[in-house]
């Protein structure tokens, strides 16, 4: 506002909803026209699109902030505690990092989640209904075999499972929003 007052050059960063729900970043700039008399007459301004630019510099930032702390620590515990709370938001609206350990079994080292409730509800959905070690899917099957798994939908069938409850199903499929 001060630069446009004073006939500054400015330029301004936004983001914009699009009709899709998605945010794009933009570039605002101005500049103004003045007379012989120095006198502002008019702006010339542009608008432009800068969401790829915002991406990568957010990754780039990421990817430094990630790579400290992966760098500062030997403990691997607190390292992957500190990369969970990195990746939120900047990947995923949440993250949690579960071990296996020996003498303790499955164990969550980190929970981050961009909602404070939410990781709250997570943690109590997780202590009312552990990690069976035995499990065929989820976290105990993936620290076993050494496989991912990835679930883009539940089908009716898995929620209908009288073998499950309400709250067995929310534990196991937090990520599926």
Known sequence: YQRRVHGEPYAVEYRLRSEGGSYLWF??????????????TRWLGTCTEIDAQKRAEEKEQFLAETSHALASSLDYEVTLATVAKLAVPHLADWCSVYVFDARQGVRRLALAHVDPEKASWAQ???????????????????????????????????LASPEWDAGQVQSHVLCVD
């Open 27 to 40: 570039l605002a700039r101005g500049v103004p026209i003045k007379d012989e008399a120095g006198q502002i």
């Open 124 to 158: 109590e959905l997780r202590t009312r209904y552990p990690v069976d070690p035995n499990a065929q899917h989820g976290i105990a099957n993936v620290l076993r075999t050494g496989k991912s798994e990835l679930f883009s939908e539940i089908s009716d069938e898995v």
